[in-house]
Nanobody, 124 residues
Framework: VQLQASGGGLVQAGGSLRLSCAASGGIFSIYAVGWFRQAPGKEREFVAAISGNGLSKNYADSVKGRFTISRDNSQNTAYLQMNSLNTEDTAVYYC??????????????????WGQGTQVTVSS
C-alpha cells in the first residue's frame, strides 16, 4: 500500500487547511486510517483516526473540536480538515494505515503503512 499525503502549506493563525491522504496498491477500506504529526525536536504524536467504515473516529484532546477526520472509500482517500489553527499545530503531518479496522489505537506501532508527510506551518 502506498499513501500520498498532500494539502499542507503556510497559513495564518485562525485559518484552515484540508489535508488529503490518497491510497493505492492495496486494501484501504477495511482498515482504520490515522493522522500523526511531528514538530521539530518533538516525538511523533497521534492526531486523529477513523475506522474502516468511517463511522467511528478518535481524536487527540489537543485537536478535538477543531479538526475533523473523514474518508471516501470510493476514492481510497482520507481527509483531515483543520480549523482554528494555531502555531502549536505547526508540524509535518503523516497519514498511516492501521493494522486494524478500529480507530482506537493512537500508537504509531499499530500503523503499518505511512505516507511521506506534508508540512503544515501556522504563522502568528
Amino acid at each position: 500500500v502506498q499513501l500520498q499525503a498532500s494539502g499542507g502549506g503556510l497559513v495564518q493563525a485562525g485559518g484552515s487547511l484540508r489535508l488529503s491522504c490518497a491510497a493505492s496498491g492495496g486494501i484501504f477500506s477495511i482498515y482504520a486510517v490515522g493522522w500523526f504529526r511531528q514538530a521539530p525536536g518533538k516525538e511523533r504524536e497521534f492526531v486523529a483516526a477513523i475506522s474502516g467504515n468511517g463511522l467511528s473516529k478518535n481524536y487527540a484532546d489537543s485537536v478535538k473540536g477543531r479538526f475533523t477526520i473523514s474518508r471516501d472509500n470510493s476514492q481510497n482517500t482520507a481527509y483531515l480538515q483543520m480549523n482554528s489553527l494555531n502555531t502549536e499545530d505547526t508540524a509535518v503531518y503523516y497519514c498511516a494505515r492501521s493494522r486494524f479496522p478500529s480507530p482506537q489505537s493512537s500508537t504509531a506501532l499499530n500503523y503499518d503503512y505511512w505516507g511521506q508527510g506534508t508540512q503544515v506551518t501556522v504563522s502568528s
